[in-house]
């Protein structure tokens, strides 16, 4: 069982540049997140799915876009990229409101 | 606003027994987690306390008072694999998860 996927698990992106990062869950969850991960700050939610076909926006959504067209998959699109999005990206998934959430093993993405 | 408040620093030495306090003041309560997280890896969870008292599981305790706004996380016999960051998150009346900045734990022989 593989979990939670995420790729890439690191990247060099270009400013002005367009990434997409995966994440691909085989766990049938519901809910979905992705967030962000910086020194001295806690985990910040980006956006959200709490089931496919449905996505929301979370604590720091700008410059960010997402899309749950199924279960499994919840991709994280910058669709240009600015040096302040250098962080590390987790994304999670959970059955429900009051379970668990379960982390992909990040990707870290630094913005030249 | 929302606000989770944990110390940023603690250390320990092997064997003995740490808690790490944390203290919130969300919109809403559904629930607080502790999650466990090794430098460079993702976060893991350790246990979850919706209501009042102590959840023991293994050498890992959660305490959780909500009129105070308040929870601990204790640690026993504590091992050098236990050095790690410990979060502390709320999930909100939203069923958000609201996240502390994470305590790092510094176990020493």
């Known amino acids: 069982i593989a979990g939670i996927t995420q790729a890439p698990t690191s990247q060099i992106l270009a400013a002005g540049r367009r990434m997409t990062l995966r994440c691909t869950q085989d766990m049938r969850h519901n809910a979905m997140y992705w967030y962000r991960q910086d020194l001295g700050l806690g985990l910040r939610l980006i956006h959200y799915s709490n089931t496919a076909g449905t996505t929301g926006k979370g604590e720091v959504p700008d410059g960010y876009s997402v899309s749950r067209a199924n279960t499994d998959d919840f991709p994280l699109t910058l669709a240009s990229a600015v040096p302040s999005q250098t962080s590390v990206y987790f994304c999670?998934?959970?059955?429900?409101?009051?379970?668990?959430?379960?982390f992909g093993q990040g990707t870290r993405l630094t913005v030249v | 606003g929302q606000n989770i408040d944990q110390p940023t620093e603690m250390t320990a030495t092997e064997g003995a027994i740490v808690q790490i306090n944390c203290t919130y003041q969300t919109s809403g309560f559904n629930g607080l987690f502790w999650y466990q997280q090794h430098a460079g890896e993702a976060p893991t969870f350790l246990s979850y306390n919706v209501l009042d008292g102590l959840e023991e599981k293994g050498r890992f305790s959660s305490f959780l008072s909500r009129s105070k706004g308040y929870s601990y996380l204790l640690l026993k016999e504590l091992q050098m694999k236990d050095s790690a960051s410990y979060l502390c998150a709320v999930r909100d009346s939203n069923y958000q998860l609201i996240w502390g900045a994470g305590t790092k734990l510094i176990i020493k022989p």
């Open positions: 999670a998934s959970s059955d429900g409101p009051n379970t668990e959430a379960f």
